[in-house]
């Protein structure tokens, strides 16, 4: 995987001014767009859309600073019109090309990026691989923006707002693997960006022909492979941590990758004010 993240970049560089089919490019490397989008924006940080327009528009620069008019210089670098490319141009380097060839404010420059995967072997990873059959998720969903790290306040109300007795009325529900309480993402962008909106549902796995009570919302899960990691310490910062590891450890080094599908936490154990847990982490999977 780290070498693919490379020639992708390598593959960005070579064709920044064209209409990037990124699809195309994953398949010629045998893998998938939605595992190539995942894992560059676990270990770069952000977006591979976003790397792609700070490169654009690093480079851009250099003809913004030349005599070219500014239509031009935005059409090479793929958009429409002068204003579509300012706004590109300004969100980079925080002033737009006009005042920037009027002497005005400074370049953001993004670097190329280069992958390199460093093996300590000190952290030994807690992982099972489950073949599942088709079940369903059921619970109470809301469109909630992502947060990568600490608490996700949204979520946080979410399940707040919920009665006491709820809770238990799910727990009696729960019929299927995972057991118990879960917390579920679904809908996620594949590039996995901050802000971006999700459906989290907070709920419990029947099997697949469970009847729905009018009162909750359902998610159909189809028969799958799942790579279920187990965390244990501070939450939720222990659970991020393995999150986070899946990508930058456990992925490039074992044959297999992210399939679309929900992501799934079920928390084993926990110390009464939450501030401890014991969770598994899963995560659809498919072999590489």
């Known amino acids: 995987m780290i070498a693919t993240l490379n020639r992708l970049v390598d593959h960005v560089e070579e064709h920044l001014t064209d209409d990037l089919d990124i699809a195309g490019f994953a398949r010629r490397q045998g893998t998938t767009e939605y595992h190539l989008r995942r894992m560059f924006s676990a270990l770069a940080g952000f977006p591979l859309s976003e790397y792609i327009r700070r490169r654009r528009m690093t480079v851009a620069a250099a003809d913004v600073l030349g005599d070219d008019d500014l239509l031009g210089i935005g059409v090479r670098h793929g958009y429409g019109s002068t204003e579509a490319f300012a706004r ?69 109300a979410h399940i707040a707002a919920l009665p006491v007795e709820e809770h238990a009325r799910l727990k009696e529900l729960s019929s299927a693997e995972p057991a118990g309480l879960l917390q579920v993402s679904a809908d996620v962008d594949p590039d996995y960006a901050e802000g971006t909106p999700l459906t989290y549902l907070h709920g419990v796995a029947v099997g697949a022909d469970a009847s729905v009570p009018d009162d909750l919302d359902a998610i159909d899960v189809p028969a799958g492979t799942w790579a279920v990691f187990r965390s244990t310490g501070d939450y939720p910062a222990a659970l991020q941590q393995t999150w986070a590891a899946t990508a930058a450890d456990w992925f490039p080094s074992n044959p297999w990758r992210l399939r679309p599908g929900p992501s799934i936490v079920a928390v084993l154990d926990r110390s009464p004010d939450f501030a401890t847990a014991t969770c598994e982490l899963w995560l659809p999977v498919e072999r590489a």
Do not use: C, W, Y
């Open 88 to 156: 590109a141009f300004r969100a980079v380097h925080g002033v737009a090309p006009g005042d920037l060839r009027r002497g005005h404010g400074s370049l953001r420059t993004q670097p190329k990026l280069r992958f390199r995967l460093t093996v300590e072997g000190s952290t030994t990873m807690d992982t099972r691989i489950a073949d599942r059959p088709a079940f369903r998720l059921i619970g109470h969903a809301a469109r909630v923006p992502l947060i990568h790290e600490g608490v996700n306040p949204h979520i946080q």
